[in-house]
């Protein structure tokens, strides 16, 4: 007797057929899925480094706006102000830094960089961040601020209204050699005729000549008094400035003295534009 074997390759074929396509479109399914989540988790840590980045340029221009100027309040009260700093925000590449700074809580800084359009950021935190600080407007009191004065010596003052008077200070932590100066105002009369600097023993004479004002203010060196002046660490001296001109109104007066080697440390001696007091 003979048996038949009955084979049906063809619904075999079929069926292989059937699971070959229900594991490709499982693995698309996957790739489909997969393949924008790696996209976006790739994403997260290039802003990550950039908003790092851009937190870190933060920094960088709250310590040039501290070592760079002598801040101090906006109504001449005479001491530096950092707290300007505070809620300083600037655009930079792709998105902006945001600097906090307030010396009531604690002397830190801290710069947060976020890209546009996203809500992840990056902080960076400076503490002491006041030591980046150069040389700068005497703390007051118990020095007075900027104004116009008739102090004695030197002799022979001009009239009170051509003299004005500030007390810095070097928070550098190293020795300051000034060397040169410069200066501006608004209106361009008349010139600025004799600088003045006393480290304790009397007033020392550091220059004398016609400087006019100019766009952008040439660079001269100190003539007399030895040609510079050196300011200890955490030493206060007096400046004395006299110009040929009455010093009222909004006369913006700024002065910078640079070191040897070009080093600026800039004074506004009227930031409010109010004119100098009287002291």
């Known amino acids: 007797m003979t048996k038949l074997i009955l084979r049906n390759d063809r619904g075999i074929s079929v069926l292989f057929l ?4 229900l594991l490709m479109v499982t693995i698309t399914y996957v790739l489909s899925y997969l393949i924008p989540t790696k996209h976006k ?14 937190a870190q340029s933060g920094v960088e221009f709250a310590i040039r706006y501290a070592s760079d100027r002598g801040w101090r309040g906006s109504t001449d009260g005479g001491t530096y102000d950092l707290n300007r ?6 655009s930079f590449g792709n998105g902006a830094f945001t600097i906090n700074y307030n010396n009531a809580t604690g002397d830190i800084l801290t ?12 902080a960076v ?30 002799p022979s003052p001009p009239n009170i209204n051509r003299r004005a008077r500030f007390y810095i200070k070097n928070v550098r932590g190293t020795d300051v050699t000034l060397t040169m100066f410069s200066a501006s105002w608004s209106g361009g009369a008349g ?33 007399l008094g030895g040609g510079s002046q050196t300011i200890a660490l955490n030493q206060v001296i007096p400046v004395l400035v006299f110009w040929s001109f009455n010093l009222s109104g909004d006369t913006n007066l ?26």
């Open 85 to 90: 700093l505070n809620a300083t925000s600037r």
């Open 18 to 21: 059937i699971i070959a396509m």
């Open 125 to 154: 935190r400076v503490s002491n961040f006041s030591s980046f600080l150069r040389l700068i407007f005497a703390p007051n009191p118990p020095y007075a601020a900027p104004c116009r004065t008739v102090p004695t010596p030197p």
């Open 191 to 223: 010139q600025l005729q004799r600088i003045y600097m006393d480290q304790g023993a009397g007033w020392d004479q550091k220059y004398d000549g016609n400087y006019a004002t100019g766009t952008p203010p040439p660079i001269v060196n100190f003539n």
């Open 254 to 279: 700024i002065i910078t003295f640079y070191t040897a080697t070009g080093d600026g440390y800039t004074f506004n001696l009227d930031a409010a534009g109010n004119g100098l007091p009287t002291c």
């Open 41 to 54: 988790s790739v994403r997260f840590p290039i802003y990550s480094q950039q908003a790092f980045y851009i």
């Open 111 to 122: 710069s947060t960089g976020q890209i546009t359009g996203l809500s992840e950021n990056r």
